[in-house]
Nanobody, 121 residues
Framework: QVQLVESGGGLVQVGGSLRLSCVAS????????MGWFRQAPGKQRELVAA???????NYVDSVKGRFTISRDNAKNTAYLQMNSLKPEDTAVYYC???????????????WGKGTLVTVSS
């Protein structure tokens, strides 16, 4: 079994900062890409940021310059540093990871249960 557990969400004022963490645990051979998605009420889930196991990153345009994704491979953990938060950043944030459970596996995507980020004005 593999689990992804997010933490770090909460209520913050406009312009504030939060740092989300996502820890992967269980039967893991390799973690390939990791990413953060978000889903606001009434909207589709969207990719916010992603990072490969080599450290290459990409971001949705709306968060570029404000959010930073990083990972600690030794700890099987990904982070999302969110600065200059806006009301439109309010959403449930989900961690996603492409994980191989053995050297013979191509890997599959796993999801965390999400953490709520609320930005108040």
């Amino acid at each position: 079994q593999v689990q992804l557990v997010e933490s770090g969400g909460g209520l913050v004022q406009v312009g504030g900062s939060l740092r989300l963490s996502c820890v992967a645990s269980g039967s893991i051979f390799a973690i390939n890409a990791m990413g953060w998605f978000r889903q606001a009420p009434g909207k589709q889930r969207e990719l916010v940021a992603a990072i490969t196991n080599g450290g290459s990153t990409n971001y949705v345009d709306s968060v570029k310059g404000r959010f930073t994704i990083s990972r600690d491979n030794a700890k099987n953990t990904a982070y999302l540093q969110m600065n200059s938060l806006k009301p439109e950043d309010t959403a449930v944030y989900y961690c996603n990871a492409h994980i191989s459970r053995s050297r013979y596996s191509d890997g599959i995507n796993y999801w965390g249960k999400g953490t709520l980020v609320t930005v108040s004005s």
